[in-house]
């Protein structure tokens, strides 16, 4: 891997959310919830496949996939859509583009200090999410 992003890490900081989750249509309800959520991110290679597992008290997601493969994606718990989802190395960025009903749509994972680095976007909203190692 172009960079090493496996580890167990532990969100810092979380830039709107809110605008990404209003983007992909979230009830106030469940934006109030997730809000409030310490995320966890646990990335695992295993071969030429990769492990993203999400995880709070609330709600866990999992997506695992190969690079430049694309494959169906559907956002279990999130909102609950399908879409295709393609991930590449984009130097040292990990980018996901998930084509679907939303425009726009994806997310991109590097490294820098040290510290896990996730913008998530769909439809100009951009939430940037900063973790550091556990
Ligand atoms: C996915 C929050 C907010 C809906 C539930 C909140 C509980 C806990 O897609 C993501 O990560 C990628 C890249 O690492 C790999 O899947 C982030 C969580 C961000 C999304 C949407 C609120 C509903 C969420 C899992």
Same mark, same amino acid.
């Given at each position: 891997m172009p960079a090493n992003l496996?580890?167990?890490w532990?969100?810092?900081?979380?830039?709107?959310?809110?605008?990404?989750?209003?983007?992909?249509?979230?009830?106030?309800?469940?934006?109030?919830?997730?809000?409030?959520?310490?995320?966890?991110k646990?990335i695992?290679?295993?071969?030429?496949?990769?492990?993203?597992?999400?995880? =709070?008290?609330?709600?866990?997601?999992?997506?695992?996939?190969?690079?430049? +493969?694309?494959? *169906?994606?559907?956002? /279990? @718990?999130?909102?609950?859509?399908?879409?295709? =989802?393609?991930?590449?190395w984009e130097g040292n960025k990990m980018v996901c583009? +998930?084509?679907? *009903?939303?425009?726009? /749509? @994806?997310w991109a994972h590097w490294i820098e200090d040290d510290k896990l680095h996730l913008d998530?976007?769909?439809?100009?909203?951009?939430?940037s999410q900063v973790f550091?190692?556990?």
């Amino acid at each position: 891997m172009p960079a090493n992003l496996c580890g167990t890490w532990d969100i810092i900081s979380n830039v709107n959310l809110e605008g990404y989750m209003v983007a992909l249509g979230i009830s106030p309800q469940l934006r109030k919830i997730a809000l409030k959520l310490k995320l966890k991110k646990v990335i695992e290679q295993q071969g030429d496949e990769y492990i993203i597992k999400t995880t =709070s008290t609330f709600r866990n997601y999992t997506v695992s996939f190969r690079m430049g +493969q694309e494959f *169906e994606e559907f956002t /279990r @718990g999130l909102d609950n859509r399908n879409v295709k =989802s393609l991930v590449t190395w984009e130097g040292n960025k990990m980018v996901c583009e +998930q084509i679907g *009903e939303k425009k726009n /749509r @994806g997310w991109a994972h590097w490294i820098e200090d040290d510290k896990l680095h996730l913008d998530l976007f769909c439809e100009g909203e951009v939430c940037s999410q900063v973790f550091k190692k556990k």
